[in-house]
């Protein structure tokens, strides 16, 4: 697993060997998204939880760390 942002209690997360699409997850106290890289949809989870928005807003703007941090862990 490699965290590659934190945000207090929230985590974005790449998983090594993890299933197409390319995405990232949103990890929070009791809850996980899972996030498209190229579109930034969500394909699992609400995004009714708590932090979310700021989450969302880190992400759109470092894209392309999460897209490195995905090819590096599950190649291209």
Request: charged residues 20%; neutral net charge; proline residues 5%.
């Amino acid at each position: 697993m490699g965290t590659v942002y934190r945000i207090g209690k929230l985590r974005i997360v790449v998983y090594a060997g993890d299933h197409a699409p390319p995405h990232f997850h949103i990890q929070g106290p009791g809850y996980a998204l899972a996030v498209a890289i190229e579109s930034m949809e969500i394909i699992a989870g609400s995004p009714h939880a708590r932090g979310y928005d700021e989450a969302m807003r880190w992400a759109v703007e470092n894209r392309a760390a999460i897209r490195a941090a995905w090819e590096r862990l599950n190649g291209e």
